[in-house]
């Protein structure tokens, strides 16, 4: 399973893609997983040869986020 970024506001999940786009990161809106139990219902899923890169540019831009780990466990 790839990487999934989850977000407490739609605001923040379109924020991410955006950057993500502007350093050519890969990244896919997705409906949040269930069990990540988010506050918002959209995620961005990206490669893990992508997920250290696109972690530090969101929290260098002040951008909030979890990374969900998906085997039915909490986010962390």
Do not use: K
């Not at 997705?30 to 899923?45: F, K, T, V, Y």
Request: aromatic share 6%; proline share 9%.
């Amino acid at each position: 399973m790839n990487p999934v970024l989850v977000f407490d506001t739609t605001h923040h999940a379109l924020w991410a893609e955006e950057i993500a786009l502007e350093r050519g990161l890969a990244v896919q809106v997705i409906p949040a997983p269930p069990a990540a139990a988010a506050r918002c219902d959209l995620a961005l899923e990206t490669l893990p040869e992508d997920v250290e890169a696109l972690t530090a540019a969101l929290a260098a831009a002040g951008v909030a986020f979890r990374i969900y780990e998906g085997s039915g466990g909490p986010p962390q």
